[in-house]
DNA sequence: ATAGGGTTAG
């Protein structure tokens, strides 16, 4: 039953050793980490000679040696001069061991503690659950579940608590449920461990059910429903919760604010956002690394380079967490040549890259066309810093290589990944597909595609697109039946864009909105004012069999245009204009927001799917190049 | 003396 610890622990003096023990110094680590009673007499020894008292040896070392070893009796002589073991001495050795590197030796220990006639009471269990939690062990913590119910122990709320977080972080969320519910009292621990549990099984309905059920609720509560909407990709539900929090008159702490500001991350939710940040720093949050990161990536989600760039000079300490989200949004609004940069400074003084870092840097290189940089990166990573490339790499190299119109490399990439290419990858190489108008390549990768996700619309609205521009109606009309006799539905587009902390939200074609006839005028003008200046509505991008004028009211009520006609009338001039969109932006879009930027004088930032559009005096931070 | 959250990418 009992098995011993493998770290290192002999059980037998070294015999073969010929010097006497007291002829030896311990090492200050074995003055302290003493696992045998060979070890002990040397450290023994060792105190005699240098005249220090016996009290200064570490009893949890002592007594572990004296309890893995009870017939040595060397060891209990010591325990006993120094002082009559009692529980509450043992209890603060299995402590000790918890919570230390080797959480193993408290089990061993608490199994042996019957040898010595001693009988554990509750916060010896509670240091042996705590161990099992460290070590995930839940067949150990099964048995001191049966020890807690067979001592009596079964109505002490630290206890019940600690074995349903220990049953529920060990993937048994069935029996630590069982036990919640059968619980004659529980307190807000309690019921904070069982949501915090089902938030991390993504079981948020869950979670939200014993959050409203539950009678009293503290900043914990609170705070884990909101992370956990925010884990479960509903911003929208956290930040509602936030405002309830706040109207229920709960503080924040520093976890609230990093789960507020990734929903706003999520949401490009800037007021509230800058909101928070004030927040935090008037809460003393300042010098905090999880808040400070999460607001750069806040700030460069919503496209404020410049903040997030100001909140990252000014941390006293970065983790490479400050550096890898600095370095991918650098790349998200077109500035490779400044992550590039930062990246080497990184390197320069000392911070070791991870896998996520060169996520960020490929994504910087694909962007801009940087393909000699790509592969040397590529290389480098596993070569350099030893981190083996992941999907996600794979996946950035085929764009890399599709973007630039490398699709043949791509393909011979994609035959040569040591794992199996998922979506993402084939998806990558498809639209290079579009862009270069390889139509027998990009009919291959649907092939894999409609494999591996064939529910994603936006891989057969690509190749029907690829069709209708190479003028073959009945293949891409092809395409659209395919994906109807499947099911397979078009995801509508929608842009957002918030005017007087109120978002509004336009689908493609909207004429929901209240205003929308003031905003079908306002296009009208910009319209005529872009016209002068060249712009040609490029009508192929509208998939649909109608007239040439018909397309064209298809693609002015696209819903980013919608959206930036909404911006202009409702916001004074000179300021930005941030649009948020769920796809990405639309050719002949790009093309009109260039224009428009130019002629009303207006910085306008869209978010798509993928990257920050930053469109002034006629040009895009994309360079067109997307 | 004992119990319960965090950040980058995807």
């Given at each position: 039953m009992l098995c011993f610890p493998?770290?290192?622990?002999?059980?037998?003096?070294?015999?073969?050793?010929?010097?006497?023990?007291?002829t030896q110094s311990p090492t200050p680590d074995l003055l302290h980490n003493f696992n045998t009673p060979f070890e002990l007499k040397q450290v023994h020894a060792h105190l005699i000679k240098t005249n220090t008292?016996?009290?200064?040896?570490?009893l949890s070392r002592a007594a572990f040696v004296c309890a893995l070893t009870p017939s040595f009796a060397y060891a209990q002589k010591i325990l006993e001069r120094v002082e009559k073991p009692d529980i509450v001495f043992w209890n603060s050795c299995l402590r000790t061991f918890a919570e230390g590197?080797?959480?193993?030796d408290a089990i061993l220990l608490f199994y042996k503690l019957r040898q010595f006639d001693v009988f554990p009471d509750n916060f010896t269990c509670s240091f042996v659950l705590k161990a099992c939690t460290h070590l995930l062990d839940i067949l150990n913590g099964r048995i001191v579940h049966g020890y807690v119910e067979k001592l009596g122990l079964q109505s002490n709320l630290f206890l019940q608590n600690m074995i349903v977080h220990l049953y529920a972080l060990c993937g048994a969320i069935g029996d630590a449920r069982l036990l919640f519910e059968k619980m004659s009292q529980r307190d807000v621990v309690t019921w904070n461990i069982m949501i915090s549990q089902l938030v991390k099984r993504r079981d948020i309905e869950g979670a939200y059910d014993l959050f409203s059920r539950m009678p009293d609720r503290s900043v914990r509560s609170w705070t884990s429903m909101i992370a956990g909407y925010v884990q479960c990709g509903k911003p929208k539900e956290a930040i509602h919760l936030f405002m309830k929090m706040e109207e229920a008159g709960m503080k924040p702490n520093e976890l609230t604010v990093v789960a507020v500001l990734a929903a706003c991350a999520d949401l490009g939710a800037l007021d509230l956002g800058r909101r928070v940040h004030v927040y935090s720093n008037q809460s003393g949050f300042r010098r905090n690394v999880h808040i400070s990161n999460t607001l750069i990536d806040m700030y460069l989600k919503c496209g404020c380079l410049a903040n997030a760039r100001r909140v990252f000079e000014e941390m006293e300490e970065r983790t490479i967490v400050s550096w890898s989200a600095m370095i991918a949004g650098l790349a998200m609004h077109g500035q490779a040549e400044e992550a590039l940069r930062l990246f080497s400074e990184m390197i320069q003084i000392g911070v070791k890259p991870n896998d996520v870092t060169f996520i960020g840097l490929l994504h910087a290189c694909s962007h801009m066309g940087m393909i000699d940089k790509g592969r040397e990166f590529f290389g480098s990573?596993?070569?350099?810093?030893?981190i083996i490339p992941r999907i996600e790499h794979y996946g950035c190299m085929v764009d890399l290589f599709s973007r630039a119109g490398l699709l043949q490399e791509a393909y011979e990439f994609i035959m040569n990944m040591p794992i199996k290419p998922n979506g993402v990858v084939w998806g990558a190489l498809l639209g290079g597909c579009k862009v270069y108008k390889n139509i027998a390549l990009a009919e291959e990768a649907i092939r894999h595609l409609s494999a591996l996700?064939?529910?994603?619309?936006g891989y057969y609205v690509v190749l029907s697109n690829i069709y209708a521009e190479a003028e073959r109606w009945e293949d891409s009309a092809k395409v659209r039946k395919f994906m109807k006799d499947h099911g397979v539905k078009k995801t509508p587009g929608w842009s957002s864009i918030m005017v007087d902390g109120v978002l509004h939200e336009f689908a493609a074609g909207?004429?929901?909105?209240?205003?929308a006839e003031e905003i079908f005028q306002m296009w009208g003008k910009l319209l005529q004012k872009i016209k002068i200046r060249g712009y040609v509505p490029k009508?192929?991008?509208?998939?649909?069999?109608?007239?040439e004028n018909e397309k064209e009211t298809f693609l002015f009520r696209h819903s980013e245009k919608l959206a930036l006609a909404f911006g202009l009338m409702k916001t004074p001039s000179g300021r930005p204009i941030r649009i948020m969109k769920n796809l990405r932006v639309c050719e002949d879009c790009h093309a009109a927001f260039k224009l428009i930027s130019e002629t009303v004088d207006r910085e306008i930032v869209v978010r798509d799917r993928n990257r920050f559009h930053c469109f002034k005096d006629g040009s895009c931070t994309c360079r067109d190049y997307w």
């Open positions: 493998s770290s290192g622990l002999h059980l037998l003096p070294h015999h073969g050793n010929s010097h006497s023990p007291t008292p016996l009290s200064t040896l570490p590197d080797s959480p193993i990573m596993t070569r350099d810093f030893g996700d064939p529910l994603n619309d909207d004429e929901s909105h209240p205003q009508t192929s991008v509208v998939l649909l069999d109608i007239e």
